[in-house]
């Protein structure tokens, strides 16, 4: 049987979304709020992601230790992730437990404690976090590729925070930040398995009842990029060095989002694309390379990593660089398209028969385009991809004079890679 989707807006707002899967045996659930690193003044950078860990520390109902308990208890798991535009809760368990994880969310999403002693406590957790993430050269590396890509916005800035903003956070801020965008029409409720719509949408309604009905502020307007390469070195004392450069990429809603997934597939998305093939299976010049897409609202980016010996730094990225040109002047062949056609669709599909995909895709739509999007539209989409349609993409976004680069590594050659990205 065909999974079911349903979508009901309540009267102040609060969306509530539902996949029935009755051949499943377990159900996931997601209370998603439209708010994150994004949305924050400079001030307050890393409070969405502060905000959320606190949500984790005790409600009026229950402790720090009952929250994950009452879900573990019964085989399940809860967590959450703040990211530029969103901030997410979730959870999952065997389809009878799902009245109890739902109450879970819902009493951690609406009544946080925000103890004083917790919030101290948990600053110092979240300081090892900031520094766990800068002491890990391939983590530490996309932060500063975001950092130059975004310069002087808040999407430029750690979704953690620094040491200095999160030390001057209390309970205070937490409420008033929370009360501003944890609102009934900035939230969605997603759940999906053996669940039936019409009891979740009584559910939820009557435990997230108390949610403010106001719209909250829009986040900044997307950055313009600047049509100028841009470097970000760092010399650190390790073995490999850790490279990463970014371009755009459009938007969650753009035209050709379709056209640039599979032009992502292509060139780096999996073992069979042209850099995984090119840098590693051919030349053995690196372990992992990889590239990704973040989509925003309005804008996005397309991200290509890779680890290597510092000796190839310059072969490898000049191989990078020869990777998107080619995307960008020559269609690519039939058979090639083809496969990362079918590799987006088949690994789509089987992704989906989790209850936990299900519940990420709902939110994720609602929050993007306002509705549910079937996903055989989107595969339709994909499987209407042409070889000009790529190409278009490519020209389209695939822009040289916006290439920004970051390396951290042993003494990074900054002149040969000035030079390198001047010369595309």
Known sequence: MKPVSRLTTLPGGLRIATCEMPHTQTAAMGIWASVGGRHEPAALNGISHFIEHMLFKGTRRR????IMEDVEGVGGDIN???????TCYYAASAAEHFPRVCDVLCDIYMEPRFSPRDIDR???VIAEEIQMYCDEPSSHVQELLQQTYWQGHPLGR???GTHSTIATMDAAAFRSYRAAHYTAPATVVTAAGNIRHAEVVDRVSGLLSGLPQKTPA????????PAK????AEARDIQQTQLSLALPAPGINAPLRHAFLVLNTILGANASSRLFQELREKRGLCYSVSSNILSLRDGGLLEISAG??????????RIVLAAIESLRKKPVAPRELRRAVEFLIGSGRMALERTSTQSSRLGNSILAKGKIVDPETITARIRATTPDDILAAARA????SRITLAVVGPNPDTPMLRKLLAAE
């Open 229 to 232: 390469p841009r470097i970000a």
């Open 158 to 160: 750690p979704l953690t």
């Open 122 to 124: 948990e600053r110092g």
């Open 80 to 86: 959450a992730f703040t990211s530029e535009e969103r």
């Open 397 to 400: 976004f695939l822009d040289p």
């Open 218 to 225: 829009p986040a900044a307007a997307y950055p313009r990029i």
């Open 63 to 66: 402790s720090a230790r009952r």
């Open 308 to 317: 290597l010996d510092r000796r190839n730094l310059e072969k490898s990225l």
